[in-house]
């Protein structure tokens, strides 16, 4: 895989007009780039991380062998036949093939390929947006399960459209924009439906008469003084994800906690702390008073380390 982090998108406050603009929808996924060179794929995670083996459905060469390398969301759909990276969370930290094989024909991803890097040696980062989005529709992509998404001219009525069908959002970009890897510019503009950020566990607390079963997590956001406290994460944790995380965690206890300012005695109080360097989704209905209210526990982001959350 070359040398090459995804180009991000900077949070916006309004849909932006003009012919200068397109807009495409914001999947609900796990960002990659992939590879295909010599005949092989080769998927990689936004924090540079190898992650083939967990998507095998997605590995056949595509656009008759040519090399190249793309980059989309990986996604899969839930009962409603809506993106939801909670269907994607049973699948991202298996590691055993045979159990591998069998979600992904149960739950079956696909890949959303939105730009064109590289094709037959080119790198294509210095070409404006529009003439990579050209060459990346030129292209066979179809056999090997990847999918090029539409983009639209109208992003106040893509915005309303996928509100209205239970989509994450939508992403403007301008169509002379360069292809910057690892930068987040304000060429490309992202805004959401609803709140959801990407947190750091520090601790967790069991049920209430146990000990060892997973009920909530404390989680916190790196800040320039440290990972600053934003509250205890229950709703969304059923018993399934509560062994997954409990699984995930019990290497990393630590006797203190990790966060550079107090946690109140009520969250405090027969929490087991850990070390901070998982990133877990949660979806809220914002911050207040330094908290997040109503936090609901979304999934965990193998994808991610607690450095690529301080750029966001």
């Excluded at 007009?17 to 960002?31: A, F, L, N, S, T």
């Excluded at 790198?123 to 179809?142: F, I, K, N, Q, S």
């Amino acid at each position: 895989m070359p040398d090459l982090r995804p180009m991000l998108a900077t949070p916006g406050t309004h849909v932006p007009q003009g012919e200068e603009w397109c807009h495409e929808v914001k999947w609900d996924g796990v960002r990659a780039l992939a590879a295909v060179a010599d005949g092989t794929v080769t998927l990689t995670s936004r924090n540079d991380n190898r992650i083939t083996p967990a998507w095998p459905e997605l590995v056949t060469p595509p656009a008759g062998l040519r090399e190249l390398v793309v980059d989309g969301e990986i996604i899969a759909l839930n009962e409603r036949g809506v993106p939801d990276f909670r269907v994607l969370a049973e699948r991202m930290h298996v590691r055993n093939a045979a159990t591998v094989s069998r979600l992904a024909t149960r739950i079956p991803a696909m890949f959303m390929v939105f730009d064109l890097l590289r094709l037959d040696g080119e790198d294509l980062c210095a070409l404006p947006l529009h003439e990579r989005r050209r060459r990346l529709a030129d292209l066979d992509l179809g056999r090997a399960g990847w999918q090029v998404p539409g983009e639209y001219d109208d992003g106040a009525m893509l915005f309303e459209a996928t509100r209205a069908q239970g989509l994450e959002g939508i992403v403007s970009k301008r169509r002379a924009s360069t292809y910057r890897p690892g930068e987040r510019t304000p060429h490309w503009l992202k805004f959401p439906h609803r709140y959801r950020g990407s947190y750091v566990v520090g601790g967790w607390r069991p049920q209430v008469g146990t000990s060892d079963r997973l009920a909530a997590l404390l989680v916190g956001e790196p800040t320039a003084e440290g990972l600053a406290y934003r509250g205890r994460v229950g709703s969304g944790i059923g018993a399934k994800q509560s062994r997954m995380l409990a699984d995930l965690l019990a290497p990393l206890v630590r006797p203190r906690p990790p966060f550079v300012d107090d946690v109140p005695r009520v969250d405090a109080t027969g929490t087991v702390w850990v070390d901070p360097v998982v990133v877990v989704d949660v979806e809220t209905h914002g911050i207040g008073y330094q908290r997040l209210r109503q936090p609901s526990y979304q999934g965990v982001r193998s994808d991610l380390v607690p450095d690529d959350l301080e750029e966001r």
